[in-house]
């Protein structure tokens, strides 16, 4: 019987059969822990998870708290398909606040930003087409696109000169637009994974040029991923004040997190919020979603949903945790001053960096620069993306005493 069975050919599928059930970056942080385990001295700059000075994972007390008063029974109970009326309602208006644009914006629950991000992948582009996004990205973008049977295309993200690269952004729209006939684009700001780069006010006047004018070559769905938002600079908070003129032109879509803002990784609660000026675009969006999550994972994490619902809508919940992440911000503001400082002295080059979990300092051999920081020690992300040269440092999991040691280890190992 054993011989018959193993003459059978595999049921999987052939464009499944040869696909790794490894991510890269977890597969770095166990090789990292295990050394650590065994008694090395590591730095493991790898996850992207926030972790206090001590290595423990950063809670916020007042999540804690409003997660324990969820009655059992209701978070027992089924969410609505598309989530909780209250909850989508506190959501949209934590993004744009009460008033016009909130009015003319729908949206769903989703499994975190992740299922946000599925969401628009397969609402916004036909099968065998391309989302785009910057050539420096998080990597699972291109897993979800494989997956719903789309790719992923890519523009130069920054300009040699530095900044956002507007006349890349402007080509590869036009290309998307010219071979597809509609785009979805993905911008990860503030506080873009894997760089830290967020956009500053004149990069986000000058993108609405652009998104206008070409919106007259066909439909454009921007999405904004802001999974890392509530840990960017003040300045970077302002894209906000041009989501009205880009709704005017495309669909805004805004991919929203309770994972980062709230150090909830595993509660699994976001949105995807779309903004559209007519009410029967809106309603259809709203159809178009609601399938999704039905045809996916059906229905979210209800107790995480209510739980998040409170500290939205409750007025002193509310002042406590935003407090309580007052004071991860500025653990995590103490270690991005202290790289741009040692970064800076060391004469290594990254992109304008101001807040946020990551930073990546290129390099033109990636692969090789972590593994030579590796045999120091300290665990990095080599970006093996098309024309991504640089290593991704998790500053979110590094304390401030440790960054001089990253810093030193980065400056060898690109010299080396």
């Known amino acids: 019987m054993t011989a018959i069975l193993n003459r059978n050919p595999s049921c999987l599928i052939p464009s499944a059969a040869g696909r790794s059930g490894d991510d890269p970056i977890f597969a770095l942080n166990a090789e990292a822990n295990r050394r650590a385990a065994a008694g090395e001295s590591i730095v493991n700059a790898t996850l992207g998870a926030l972790m206090d000075d001590s290595g423990q994972l950063a809670l916020l007390p007042s999540v804690t708290e409003a997660l324990s008063r969820v009655p059992a029974r209701k978070a027992a109970s089924y969410a609505p398909i598309s989530g909780d009326a209250p909850f989508l309602k506190a959501v949209i208006e934590d993004v744009y606040g009460p008033g016009t644009l909130a009015s003319q914006t729908v949206a769903a629950a989703s499994p975190g930003g ?120 003040a300045a970077s908070q302002a894209w906000t004040r041009f989501a009205p003129a880009l709704a005017e032109h495309a669909t805004l879509l805004v991919a929203w997190s309770a994972s980062k803002a709230f150090a909830q990784y595993g509660a699994r609660v976001g949105a995807l919020l779309a903004t559209h000026p ?105 970006l093996k993306e098309k024309g991504a040269g640089a290593v991704r440092v998790a500053l979110c999991s590094t304390p401030a005493r440790d960054v001089p040691r990253v810093t030193a280890a980065l400056a060898k190992a690109i010299r080396s």
Not at 120 to 142: D, H, I, R
Not at 153 to 166: D, R
Not at 373 to 382: Q, S, T
Request: hydrophobic share 40%.
């Open 114 to 233: 992740t299922g946000a991000l599925y969401h628009s992948v397969v609402s916004f582009l036909e099968p065998g087409q391309a989302l785009l996004t910057t050539n420096y990205y998080w990597g699972p973008y291109a897993t979800l696109a494989t997956h719903a049977g789309r790719r992923v295309e890519t523009f130069e993200m920054f300009h040699p000169q530095g900044g956002f690269h507007l006349e890349a952004f402007d080509e590869g729209l036009g290309r998307c637009l010219r071979t597809q006939g509609r785009a979805l684009v993905f911008l990860n700001t503030p506080c873009h994974n894997p760089t830290g780069f967020s956009m500053n006010e004149r990069e986000w006047e000058q993108l609405v040029s652009i998104v206008s004018r070409r919106a007259g070559e066909g439909p454009v769905a921007l999405l904004v991923d802001l999974a890392y938002a509530r840990f960017g600079s």
């Open 278 to 382: 007519d009410k029967d675009e809106r309603q259809r969006i709203a159809n178009a979603l609601a399938f999704s999550c039905r045809g996916t994972w059906s229905n979210c994490n209800h107790l995480g949903i209510l739980a998040i619902s409170e500290l939205l809508t409750d007025p002193a919940l509310r002042t406590r945790v935003d407090a309580e992440r007052a004071e991860l911000v500025a653990l995590l503001d103490q270690r991005v001053a202290v790289f741009n400082r040692e970064a800076s002295r060391l004469g290594l080059r990254y992109p304008r960096y101001e807040g946020g979990f990551f930073v990546s300092v290129f390099c033109s051999e990636p692969e090789a620069v972590a593994a030579r920081m590796r045999d120091d020690g300290v665990f990095v992300v080599p």
